[in-house]
């Protein structure tokens, strides 16, 4: 799963399915153990919950029936990639791998250096110039086109 965030703002991906071990269908209420959840920043783990378990709850959430919803700081959110990796360290495994990746955008050090939310502002800009020129439209175009018939004859062609 790749999903795109602005990069130095926090930032909530939600509805990360954890499917069963063996089968094609989510887990209702995952439970997480020591190790299972890690973040990777550029690169550099940052195990979550390596310490206590119950730290994950600062950035993971069982969203009721079938997701998770990760949290992730503004601080953590100034790199180019994010990668967390769900993983169970349990034997037999209970749900299956899965890895989220986040990649930043609109900053010189991000992923993406282009911010897609500038790109709106540009463009209403460029109608609102008096120099910008709209394309004829259609009708305008068919409206003053004259044709050949197949017998040579001219006609008009007409919009309404």
């Excluded at 973040?39 to 730290?55: C, E, F, R, T, Y």
Aim: proline share 4%.
């Amino acid at each position: 799963m790749i999903v795109q965030r602005k990069y130095g703002e926090a930032a909530i991906i939600q509805g990360v399915p954890i499917i069963e071990r063996g089968a094609q269908d989510f887990i209702e209420e995952p439970a997480f153990e020591h190790g299972d959840v890690w973040v990777l920043k550029d690169g550099v783990a940052l195990q979550i919950n390596g310490i206590v378990p119950g730290d994950l709850g600062n950035y993971i959430d069982v969203q009721g029936s079938f997701h998770v919803r990760i949290r992730l700081t503004a601080a953590q959110m100034t790199c180019k990639q994010i990668a967390v990796r769900f993983r169970d360290q349990s034997n037999p495994k209970t749900f299956e791998d899965q890895l989220v990746l986040v990649e930043t955008y609109g900053h010189v050090n991000a992923q993406h250096t282009f911010n897609p939310a500038l790109l709106d502002v540009a463009v209403g800009s460029r109608l609102a110039a008096d120099t910008y020129a709209a394309p004829p439209s259609v009708a305008s175009i068919l409206a003053g086109l004259k044709r050949e018939a197949f017998d040579g004859e001219e006609f008009e062609t007409e919009v309404e």
